[in-house]
Nanobody, 126 residues
Framework: QVNLVESGGGLVQPGGSLRLSCAAY????????IGWFRQAPGKEREGVACISGSNGITYYVDSVKGRFTISRDNAVNAVYLQMDNLRSEDTAVYYC???????????????????WGQGTQVTVSS
C-alpha cells in the first residue's frame, strides 16, 4: 500500500528552524518526484518545494526561496524539508505527496499529487 508519513513539526519562534521528514512506504521514492505542500487555516493547500526523482532537481515557491531546502535520502526512502528563518506566515499543516515529475508550476497543481497523509503541524509564534 502506497503511503506517505510526515513528521517533525512543532512550535518554533520566528527566525527559528525545523526539519520535516516524509517517509515513503509501498513504493521506491526515487522513482517519483516528491513535493511538500502546506495548508493554513481557511486557505487552500499550496505547494512549497519539490524534488525530482530522476535527477534531484529542486523547485521552490518564491515565498520560501533562500529559507527552505528540500532533499532526499533514497537509501531510507525519505524526503526532508529544512526550514530556516521561519516566519509567522509559514504556520500551517505540512504534507508531502508524489507524482511523476515536479515541473515549474508544481505549486499550482496540488491535486496531481498524493496520497495525502495526516500532515505535521508547524506553528511559528513568539
Amino acid at each position: 500500500q502506497v503511503n506517505l508519513v510526515e513528521s517533525g513539526g512543532g512550535l518554533v519562534q520566528p527566525g527559528g528552524s525545523l526539519r520535516l521528514s516524509c517517509a515513503a512506504y509501498g513504493f521506491t521514492s526515487d522513482w517519483y518526484a516528491i513535493g511538500w505542500f502546506r495548508q493554513a487555516p481557511g486557505k487552500e493547500r499550496e505547494g512549497v518545494a519539490c524534488i525530482s526523482g530522476s535527477n534531484g532537481i529542486t523547485y521552490y515557491v518564491d515565498s520560501v526561496k533562500g529559507r527552505f531546502t528540500i532533499s532526499r535520502d533514497n537509501a531510507v526512502n525519505a524526503v526532508y524539508l529544512q526550514m530556516d528563518n521561519l516566519r509567522s506566515e509559514d504556520t500551517a499543516v505540512y504534507y508531502c505527496g508524489r507524482r511523476g515529475h515536479c515541473g515549474n508550476y508544481f505549486y499550482t497543481q496540488v491535486d496531481d499529487f498524493g496520497p495525502w497523509g495526516q500532515g505535521t503541524q508547524v506553528t511559528v509564534s513568539s
